[in-house]
């Protein structure tokens, strides 16, 4: 069966605020149009009549990531991992037709990243050993949660929710998530989904990565990570996407192809979420405390320092990371940061010192998550 290209037909809304913007050229004039399209795009979006019903996050696991990724080179530490640690969040809202819907945005499955090229080699001892378990999942890493136990945490079950998403499919395995129609190699039968109702949100370039992986993004994504999946729950954007009430997927280019960044509004304003960056200091170099990071942004004159594993387009990221701080709130804890929440958010540990986060999120909590009707 073929994927669904016409998101139309599950009730999703395409918009076009950001369209002209997008395409803005010469590229230097690009984030001013960017941030004249964010304001009229919020001027209908962020209204307390348009807030989406309840956010909740669940942390699902912590992997070591190497600092020289996560802040272009700019920042300096003795380590040179640091830890971020991937949330589910769950996002309830009503669609267009006035029917209680839920997100689960960040499903990762454990199993999947350690398939990935960089990561399992990464996790490899010199010699092509593996390391003990101790080492590789309480050091190196660390697991909380599956996603259908996080899914559990916020009181819903797995049948409950109706879309999954992800900001790009880096480490991802999609048929951990839709399941399968044949079995994955070494297993006897083919996998059930994880989540038997939901339809999977992608943007269709980041979709066709998978049809032909450069070599500049071979590390990073499971090679059959969309192998025997069933393609009739596979929806493809082409762009900017409204869900509902007080949720939008915006394509957000440059960190990959099909990058997009969830956007909610809620009572403590519209919040961004993307790997764009991995902690706030990224989004706001000007206020960071970590060596290197606020010095490397004003010598460059940047206004953001990108996550940097993939320079897919590192123009359109950072007009991305632009993007995404035009449309968001300041934070009710600190109103000199915004509510750019990173997916896979740096881990404020000692070990990391001194590169640990200027501001933690920590999470998004909004509203009331609750069983939908039978």
Known sequence: MSVIEQPEK????????????????????RPAAIREAAAEFRARFATPENRCRGVRTVDIASAPYPLKFAF????????????????????????????????????TVTEGPQEAPFYEQMMELPGGLEPPDWLAYRVLAKIWNEPDQAIARVGLRPEDVDFVSFDHLHVQDVRFVLGTTQPIEGEPEPRPPLFPNAKLLTQRKEWDTFASIHPMQWAWYVGDGVKDVPTEN??????????????????????????????????????????????????HPNLSRIPGVKRF?????????????TLEDSIDQYDSMIKEKSLADPNPRDNRFLNVFPSSEMADWKRQWPVVPSHSYGGIEHGTVERPAD
């Open 10 to 29: 599950v009730g999703l809304r395409p918009f076009s605020e950001f369209d002209e913007a997008n395409a803005t050229w010469p590229r230097g004039d």
């Open 297 to 309: 942004a004003e010598y460059f004159g940047r206004e953001v320092v990108l996550n940097a594993n």
């Open 72 to 107: 272009g080179g700019a920042a300096r530490g003795l380590n040179p991992f640091i830890n971020i640690i991937n949330r589910l969040q769950v996002i309830q809202f009503e669609d267009f037709e006035g029917e209680l819907r839920t997100l689960a945005y960040e499903p």
């Open 234 to 283: 596979v929806i493809l954007l082409e762009g900017d996407v409204e869900l509902g009430k007080g949720v939008a997927l915006v394509w957000t280019p440059g960190h990959t192809d099909g990058n997009h960044s969830l956007v909610v509004n809620t009572d403590s304003g519209v919040w961004v979420s993307s790997e764009n960056g991995v902690c706030a200091d990224n989004w």
